[in-house]
């Protein structure tokens, strides 16, 4: 009989399983017909971009062909959009995508990745799947970045450094003046991913932010998605901009067709749309607002420059609990966060609805 715990590449069981929230199936048995505030995975509130839904629907008569195998369309709208070049661009089914591809082109048995702590979980994953080893750097007690610790974790045998900005799950950023100290002090042979998902709802004029002036390190990589801001979370496209002799190796792994067709249209189409960005920004920034109401009743809310914001309830998994009991779905037990509940941000609505719990479930703890 063929035995898979025995067959199966033994690193594989250290893995733990990504466990996203409830799938809409579950959510349906689970809550029927009534209406759900999904706050739990930082998605778009606002739906697609209304040009990027009529870019798809037109392409749908041709996908009985298969699509560019190198995205080009999408690499010359992100490029001009970077001001970058299309060589610089490297397209991804997801920045998931792209973490896994990263990792799979540069990590053997016994490399070290250094990542933030608390911070996005897929960096690890990528890593334990290529038997390679995580080193932890610590963000500082009030969720800042702390680039001293950051390169202490660094060493010989360290390959890639992750840093996100905003974090996910914190929303707190990384300095300009920090990611400069940390580039200036840092070995040549460590490729550092910055991981921008959430850079276009920031507003801190002090954080790290892409210019072309940062592709002069050649060990430099950041990583964007069309999932967040542009809301095409279900069609899964993201991309990296950084260096074609990086990516001439990234390419060797990647499937050969690893973005669809209507990704491709969609998410062309999707960065065309300033009036969608804007109201899309435009809410998460009153949102950001809203939520900062529950500190008067004495709630830490860690200041957000993302669309979520994580805030310190007691016991997190209580208070998840009771959220859900309430049609509210947020995010919980993240390792190292227990007390703390991640809220996405939703419509005005929305917000309130959660907010309100959140003052009557704590409240009552
Ligand atoms: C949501 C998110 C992404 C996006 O992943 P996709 O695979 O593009 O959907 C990437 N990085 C972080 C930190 C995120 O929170």
Same mark, same amino acid.
């Given at each position: 009989m063929f035995d898979p715990n025995v067959q199966v590449r033994q690193n594989l069981k250290d893995i733990e399983p990504y466990k996203p929230g409830l799938s809409d199936e579950q959510l349906r048995k689970e809550l029927g017909n009534r209406p759900l505030v999904k706050l739990n995975s930082?998605?778009? @509130? +606002?739906?697609?971009?209304?040009?990027?839904?009529?870019?798809?629907?037109?392409?749908?008569?041709?996908?009985?062909?298969?699509?560019?195998?190198?995205?080009d369309l999408v690499k010359v709208a992100v490029a001009k959009h970077h001001h970058v070049q299309p060589e610089q661009v490297f397209v991804g089914n997801g920045s998931d995508d792209i973490?896994?591809?990263?990792?799979? @082109?540069?990590?053997?048995?016994? &490399?070290?990745?250094?990542?933030?702590?608390?911070?996005?979980s897929q960096y690890t994953?990528?890593?334990?799947?290529?038997?390679?080893?995580?080193?932890?750097?610590?963000?500082r007690a009030d969720f800042t970045y702390d680039v001293e610790a950051l390169l202490a974790a660094v060493t010989e045998r360290t390959k890639l450094l992750y840093l996100c900005t905003p974090n996910n799950p914190t929303g707190t950023v990384l300095k300009q003046v920090e990611f400069d100290h940390l580039?200036?002090?840092?070995?040549?042979?460590?490729?550092?991913?910055? &991981?921008?998902?959430? &850079?276009?709802?920031? @507003? &801190?004029?002090?954080? %790290?932010? %892409?210019?072309?002036?940062? +592709?002069?390190h050649s060990n430099v990589c950041l990583l964007y998605t069309f999932s967040k801001l542009y809301g095409l979370a279900g069609l899964r496209v993201g991309y990296a901009i950084g260096h074609p002799e990086v990516f001439a190796y990234v390419h060797r792994v990647r499937e050969p067709f690893n973005v669809n067709r209507i990704a491709q249209v969609g998410a062309v189409a999707a960065l065309s749309d300033a009036e969608h960005v804007k109201r899309s920004q435009e809410l998460v920034q009153a949102s950001r607002r809203q939520y900062e109401t529950l500190r008067e009743s004495g709630m830490h809310v860690v200041p957000s420059e993302a669309n979520f914001a994580l805030i310190?309830?007691?016991?997190?998994?209580?208070?998840?609990?009771?959220?859900?009991?309430?049609?509210?779905?947020?995010?919980?037990? %993240?390792?190292?966060?227990?007390?703390?509940?991640?809220?996405? %941000?939703?419509?005005?609505?929305?917000?309130?609805?959660c907010i309100a719990a959140l003052r009557e479930v704590v409240a009552h703890a």
């Open positions: 930082n998605e778009n @509130t +606002l739906g697609p971009s209304p040009l990027a839904l009529r870019a798809m629907e037109r392409e749908l008569p041709r996908l009985h062909l298969y699509p560019d195998g190198g995205s973490i896994k591809l990263l990792s799979e @082109t540069f990590l053997d048995e016994g &490399d070290e990745i250094v990542t933030p702590f608390p911070t996005f994953f990528g890593a334990q799947v290529m038997k390679a080893t995580v080193k932890l750097a610590p963000l580039m200036e002090h840092l070995p040549d042979h460590v490729l550092v991913i910055v &991981d921008m998902a959430y &850079d276009n709802y920031a @507003t &801190d004029p002090e954080r %790290f932010q %892409f210019n072309t002036g940062v +592709l002069r310190e309830v007691g016991d997190g998994k209580r208070v998840f609990e009771a959220l859900r009991k309430q049609a509210i779905l947020v995010r919980t037990g %993240f390792v190292g966060l227990e007390s703390y509940v991640r809220v996405s %941000f939703g419509t005005e609505a929305e917000n309130e609805a």
